[in-house]
Structure formats: structure tokens, C-alpha cells
């Protein structure tokens, strides 16, 4: 199983949306995928309310003082190839458990200053998390969100997430076929498939798929040095 956390400390930053595609995506593609919304707030569960996402979605709350080993049982016993999860913001606690569990962070972060603040915050947790864990997990995939090329912010993302060390996506347009999607209760790939927002989800989910499998040549090779 591998598992990927969608995180970060900023609020509406694109969280649920990039997993609750990623999942459906990769679901698409014949992948057996579980989406866990660990948000009190259930945004990606209550998405999922009216049935007409392609992967199952388990609502499994991480809230304020919650035992976290507790949960990290819990969510190893999903039966899935893919295990996408996606977090609640402001609780450094619920981040910490879930970057404890991933083999893939994926960092969404707008266009604004307020963002890359926050987006440089999460990476510096995440580098914690990953130092202490010891075995170089998880990868980080920072992904510029609601990029609108006519502004000089947005135009500048790609380079200011560059500046941060970390593998960058390709830009996701700010584009209400997202919004439009979530209120119809279902994915782009639904709801408008072929649409420019529905494409650059697919080329979003193959840059995953790419870090995942640098990451387990990665571990791969370490295993053979170590046995050899
Ligand atoms: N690329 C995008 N283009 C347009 N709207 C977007 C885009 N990404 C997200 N949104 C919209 O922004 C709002 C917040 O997005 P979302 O709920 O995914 O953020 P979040 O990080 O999960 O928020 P929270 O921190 O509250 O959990 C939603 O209305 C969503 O439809
Ligand atoms: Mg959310």
C-alpha cells in the first residue's frame, strides 16, 4: 500500500480538492484506492454524501487531542494499493500523523504571499517528521494551485515553490469547474471530462505516480546496497 497525504497549514488552500481527485483519478485508471478525509470537517466526506464519486471515502477524524497511534492502526488496516488522505488544517498534531504515515506529501499552495508562508511552514514540518522518522519518507510534491496567468503572483509561484528544494507539479488554473463539481457532487472528470481542469488533474496524478516510483526505486536500491 502506499499512501499519500495531502497537507498543509493554510485553510481552503486546495486540500480536498486535490485529493478527492487524485483518488478518483487513480480509480479511473482500474487502481484500487481509498480516500480517508482525516478533517473534523468532513469536506471530502460530505462530497461524497450523494454517491457519485468512484472510490470509496471513510471518514476517520483526526481531532484536537486525539490518539494518533490509535489512528495510525486504524488507517494501516485500509485494504487498498493507493491510500489517499487528506487533512484538516491548522492542527499541527493531525499533520504530524499523517506525515508520519505517508511515503508521498503533496503541499497545494496558492498564489498569494499569506500562502507561501504557510507552504514554507508545512515543508519545514514535514522535513522534521521525515528526520525523525529515519527512512527518508515522505517525498514532498509542493503543487502551485488556482494559477491565474494574468497575475504577476501567479506567473511567479512555479519559481518561489522552486526556491524551496522540493519537487514542484505542474500549475492547477484557478477554474470553477472545481467548485461546480464539488456542488454537483462529483469529480471534474464527471463533471466536465476532457475540460482543461479535468487534464491538468490527470497530469497532476501522473506526477504522483512518477514521485512514487522514483521513491521505491529509491528504496529499492538501498535495500539491495544493504542485502548485498
Ligand atoms: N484550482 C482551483 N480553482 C478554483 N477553485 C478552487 C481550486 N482549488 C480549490 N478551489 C476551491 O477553493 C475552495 C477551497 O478548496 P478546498 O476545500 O479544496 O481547500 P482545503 O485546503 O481542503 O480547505 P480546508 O483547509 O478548509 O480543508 C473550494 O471552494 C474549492 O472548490
Ligand atoms: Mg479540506
Redesign the pocket.
Given at each position: 500500500m502506499q499512501i499519500i497525504g495531502v497537507a498543509?497549514r493554510?485553510?481552503?488552500?486546495?486540500?480536498?480538492?486535490?485529493?478527492v481527485h487524485l483518488a478518483a483519478e487513480l480509480t479511473t485508471r482500474g487502481e484500487s484506492v481509498v480516500l480517508v478525509d482525516c478533517?473534523p470537517?468532513g469536506?471530502a466526506a460530505h462530497w461524497a454524501e450523494p454517491g457519485h464519486l468512484p472510490m470509496p471515502v471513510q471518514h476517520m477524524p483526526l481531532e484536537q487531542g486525539a490518539n494518533v497511534s490509535k489512528w495510525s492502526h486504524a488507517i494501516r488496516r485500509i485494504s487498498a494499493h493507493y491510500l489517499v488522505l487528506?487533512s484538516?488544517?491548522h492542527l499541527d498534531a493531525a499533520l504530524g500523523g499523517i506525515i508520519g504515515l505517508a511515503d508521498l506529501a503533496v503541499v497545494?499552495c496558492g498564489p498569494s504571499g499569506l500562502d507561501l508562508v504557510a507552504t514554507a511552514e508545512t515543508v519545514s514540518l514535514i522535513r522534521e517528521i521525515r528526520d525523525a522518522r529515519g527512512d527518508g519518507k515522505p517525498q514532498i510534491l509542493l503543487v502551485p494551485?488556482?494559477?491565474d496567468r494574468r497575475t504577476a503572483s501567479s506567473r511567479e509561484l512555479q519559481a518561489a515553490l522552486r526556491e524551496m528544494g522540493e519537487a514542484v507539479a505542474v500549475e492547477?488554473?484557478?477554474?470553477?469547474a472545481?467548485?461546480d463539481a464539488?456542488n454537483a457532487g462529483v469529480w471534474v472528470g464527471k463533471y466536465a471530462p476532457g475540460s482543461p481542469?479535468h487534464l491538468e488533474m490527470r497530469a497532476f496524478a501522473d506526477e504522483v505516480l512518477r514521485c512514487l516510483t522514483l521513491e521505491e526505486s529509491r528504496y529499492g536500491k538501498k535495500k539491495r546496497v544493504v542485502g548485498a
Open positions: 498543509g493554510k485553510g481552503g488552500s486546495g486540500k480536498s480538492t486535490l485529493a478533517d470537517q469536506s487528506d484538516p488544517p497545494p494551485n488556482r494559477v492547477i488554473g484557478a477554474r470553477t472545481f467548485s464539488f481542469a
